[in-house]
């Protein structure tokens, strides 16, 4: 597990298209309910940040919000999508949950921990790779299966696995 | 085949770009209601249509529309439920993803009939793609004059928007959404007062889930006379079924209700039997929370009568011998699954889900997976399984949300039907390590 590092360059500098966006979002809802845009824009803000928010993002969110950073924390440890410790740059997560588990989703984390030498949680050394296990993802019938960037990989197979990571370390597939 | 009312046009080339949807008779729904027919008319024939909510409680639509207060100067809202979270349910996902103009067609005219100017989809944040797939739906039905301002000329303005939520189950109860949709944490809101009396920013809200207001459509073009007369007296219509485990074929299918469970398990048009030439040992019809049914109840009632995929027939003999429809979260166990181990994993999912606002509930389902897990790993004794019928009774009803009672139930049924599995965990603690794979570890859920 790499140790949360707190610095001031953990705030990411965001785009001016970046912040078009994120004005976009906060337009989608009536004017003084602005607060409603928080989930839609730590996703973004967190894209922006390598794939984590930091204290100091969230801060970040709290201020283009006009709210209390409390207000920001309290959501991002809520909601489990949201990593609160650097992580890789691919996270693959696995669904867990029942069903998966029926069609072999323990034997795909095992495959994936023995392939990168890391345990759940992890991130490999090389900072290429963080291993989640993630709960019901909704797609019960292509199992095993991954979240990897914003795409599903279904139908896990010890070779589509290898074929994924091969083509991450690549970089032809989209981070976070 | 069966008769398609939703998917009828999934297979056809570019049905998710308006224009392909549109020759497909897409958006004459809306045609039909703004032009012909009145707000009131449209509730009324939902009411008719015998809808019942697709999400999983099963309530009827019409009647959950018609309680929607409607004070003057103040806003209403309609709200999408694509918060499908429900392990054993990807069926809004397969209907978005693929017929994203059926829903949009189906919020502009409920939000019509509920006078509701500004609608959201609540999606799960997992489901990003989709998202992405509905905005660019969305702003084609603007560009085509379906949504904005004076729809079809006929005075009516709505605004379509899309939220992702940010990973959390009980997002799904609607009180719990419209606290995220608030930019809160999903912490689900003691009722009364009900959504429909304040819900979203304190006004008057409606929750309706994908596939309920998707079924709009079909009900307003052929209207509820003819739509009550597909199905079973009691579940009109057709329903999506997610079917998923240990089937030839799993997926989305779409059902006349009132078909035999045998039928949709072995029937070529739909899962093609259990994988491997293995036999069934289990099956949890509605999504993890609902009870879990033997090989014996699976097929056959307890009188001996045919089972059927309807609301009254999959909940007949209450959860001594039935079970419910609920989601349509079609989950099929194969004889070398492991029940007393997967009971475990979906406690393990309530507790990671619980959101930790009431007591009974937040250490309730901890408990469960911790007894649960022992007895799994060869370390339990037969007290636990009364232990866990006791946290149950404990857990059941005594919470805000029904979280609580969906964590409760599945564990309660798998005692009830599996006793002598989980006899034997307690009694072969060996055998029992041996037999799960992978689960002398402990595995963490979150980062």
């Given at each position: 597990m790499i140790k949360t590092v707190i610095t001031q360059q953990d705030r990411p500098v965001l785009s001016p298209e970046k912040m078009a966006e994120i004005q976009g979002v906060i337009q989608q809802?009536?004017?003084?309910?602005?607060?409603?845009a928080i989930l839609r824009i730590l996703h973004i803000v967190e894209r922006e940040a390598g794939g984590w928010l930091s204290p100091d993002t969230m801060d970040m969110v709290a201020e283009i919000l006009s709210i209390e950073p409390i207000e920001v924390y309290e959501v991002a440890t809520f909601y489990?999508?949201?990593?609160l410790n650097p992580v890789g740059k691919y996270v693959l997560e696995v669904c867990q949950t029942g069903p998966c588990m029926l069609v072999g989703s323990d034997q795909t984390i095992e495959y994936i921990e023995k392939t990168l030498d890391i345990k759940v949680g992890e991130t490999t050394a090389d900072g290429m790779f963080t291993l989640k296990t993630s709960e019901c993802l909704g797609a019960c019938g292509y199992g095993p299966l991954l979240k990897c960037g914003i795409h599903y990989h279904e139908h896990l197979t010890n070779d589509s696995i290898d074929t994924l990571l091969t083509a991450c370390r690549n970089g032809e597939v989209e981070k976070y | 085949m069966g008769r398609k009312?939703?998917?009828?046009?999934?297979?056809?080339?570019?049905?998710?770009?308006f224009d392909v949807w549109r020759k497909h008779g897409g958006y004459l729904s809306v045609e039909k209601a703004l032009k012909n027919m009145s707000p009131d008319d449209v509730v009324n024939e939902v009411k008719n249509s015998g809808l019942r909510g697709?999400?999983?409680?099963?309530?009827?639509t019409g009647m959950k529309w018609s309680f929607l207060a409607k004070p003057e100067g103040v806003p209403r809202y309609l709200l999408c439920n694509?918060?499908?979270?429900?392990?054993?349910?990807f069926k809004d996902r397969y209907l978005m993803e693929k017929l994203p103009h059926l829903l949009i067609e189906g919020m502009i005219v409920s939000s019509y009939a509920l006078g509701a100017n500004l609608s959201y989809i609540?999606?799960?944040?997992?489901y990003m793609w989709i998202l992405e797939i509905l905005e660019k739906a969305i702003a084609e039905a603007y560009a085509k004059g379906f949504?904005?301002?004076n729809i079809l000329g006929s005075g009516f303005d709505l605004d379509l928007r899309v939220a992702p939520g940010?990973?959390?189950?009980?997002?799904?109860e609607e009180t719990a959404l419209i606290e995220s949709l608030e930019g809160k944490r999903g912490n689900p809101r003691m009722k009364p007062p009900f959504p429909a009396v304040?819900?979203?920013?304190?006004c008057p809200t409606v929750v309706n889930n994908v596939e309920s207001l998707a079924t709009v459509v079909p009900i307003i073009n052929m209207g509820a006379d003819e739509y009550v007369?597909?199905?079973t007296e009691k579940s009109a219509g057709t329903k999506l079924i997610s079917a998923c485990g240990n089937l030839v074929r799993p997926g989305v299918y779409e059902i006349e209700m009132g078909i035999s469970v045998e039928e949709f398990i072995y029937g070529d048009e739909w899962c093609?039997?259990?994988?491997?030439n293995k036999q069934i040992?289990?099956?949890?019809?509605?999504?993890?929370?609902v009870p879990i049914l033997p090989a014996h109840l699976i097929t056959k009632l307890a009188t001996g009568e045919d089972r059927l995929m309807s609301y009254e027939s999959l909940s007949e003999g209450g959860f001594a011998t039935g079970s419910m429809l609920g989601s349509g979260g079609f989950i099929v166990f194969d004889e070398d699954q492991s029940v007393v181990r997967n009971t475990w994993n979906f406690a393990r999912f309530y507790a990671h889900e619980?959101?930790?606002?009431?007591s009974p509930c937040r250490e309730g389902t901890g408990w469960m997976q911790r007894v649960l897990h022992r007895i799994v790993n060869?370390?339990?004794?037969?007290?636990d399984i009364d232990l866990l019928a006791d946290i149950n009774k404990k857990i059941e009803g005594n919470t805000i949300c029904p979280l609580g009672d969906a964590a409760a139930w599945p564990v309660a049924a798998a005692i009830r039907h599996f006793r002598e599995e989980f006899e034997w965990y307690v009694n072969h603690p060996e055998e029992a390590l041996k037999r799960n794979?992978?689960?002398?570890k402990n595995t963490p859920t979150t980062v």
């Open positions: 809802f009536p004017e003084g309910k602005s607060k409603s489990t999508m949201f990593n | 009312l939703l998917l009828e046009h999934i297979d056809v080339p570019g049905i998710e770009t697709r999400g999983g409680a099963g309530f009827p694509a918060d499908e979270s429900e392990p054993g349910t609540y999606i799960r944040g997992e949504l904005g301002k940010g990973g959390a189950y009980i997002c799904g304040k819900g979203l920013w304190g007369k597909i199905g093609r039997g259990i994988a491997n040992k289990a099956l949890i019809p509605g999504g993890s929370s619980s959101c930790g606002q009431c060869g370390q339990g004794n037969m007290r794979y992978g689960m002398l």
